[in-house]
Structures are given as structure tokens and as C-alpha cells.
């Protein structure tokens, strides 16, 4: 069993800056996928980055923008955003995927005004 706990999120300016934090309770294989996923209102969740054995995809929308990383024990996984954009706002939520299941968080709601 996997608990994630996110946070970090707020309100922040066209251009700004975030960095989410999302703690990982439990056993976390180096096979296992971490990602964050976001989800604007009216919209369906989608994949913002994931990160597996070290190796990292971004969403087009994010790439050169966005960073995900992870400590060395799998316990933390961040999401670092940078110029951030009003298009950016959304619930974003840290993940773990090892088939067949899948852990979530509870989401952090980031909000960037114009």
C-alpha cells in the first residue's frame, strides 16, 4: 500500500514560479513509475511528467518549463514549474503506477492568474 501526500500548491502570477512536494508512505520501488498528473476544471486528468529509473517525460505543453525529480530513497518527488502560465491552472496530483495498480493523491490546486 502507497499513501502520497502533496503540497506546495497556491497562487502565483503569469511568469511565476512553484515547486509541488509530494511525499511518498510506504514502499517505492525503483520499477515503479512517480509521475504528477493535473486536471483543469471541465477538462480530464492529464500527464504533466513521470519520472522511471531516473529516466523523465514531460508533457509537450510543460517541456522546458516544468521539472520532476526525485530523492534517492523514492520517499519525495517534486514538480518544479517555472513560467508558469493562466493555461497551468488545474488540480495537479502525484502518482505511482505499478501494474495493475495505480496510488493518488489527494491533489494540490495551483492557480495562475494573468
Known amino acids: 500500500q502507497v499513501t502520497l501526500v502533496e503540497s506546495g500548491g497556491g497562487l502565483v502570477q503569469s511568469g511565476g514560479s512553484l515547486r509541488l512536494s509530494c511525499t511518498a508512505f510506504?514502499?517505492?520501488?525503483?520499477?515503479?513509475?512517480m509521475g504528477w498528473y493535473r486536471q483543469a476544471p471541465g477538462k480530464e486528468r492529464e500527464l504533466v511528467a513521470r519520472?522511471?529509473?531516473?529516466?523523465?517525460a514531460y508533457a509537450d505543453s510543460v517541456k522546458g518549463r516544468f521539472t520532476i525529480s526525485t530523492d534517492n530513497a523514492l520517499k519525495m518527488v517534486w514538480l518544479e514549474m517555472n513560467s508558469l502560465k493562466p493555461e497551468d491552472t488545474a488540480v495537479y496530483y502525484c502518482?505511482?503506477?505499478?501494474?495493475?495498480?495505480?496510488?493518488w493523491g489527494q491533489g494540490t490546486q495551483v492557480t495562475v492568474s494573468s
Open positions: 502518482n505511482v503506477f505499478r501494474a495493475p495498480k495505480e496510488y
Open positions: 510506504g514502499i517505492i520501488f525503483s520499477t515503479d513509475a
Open positions: 519520472i522511471i529509473g531516473g529516466s523523465m
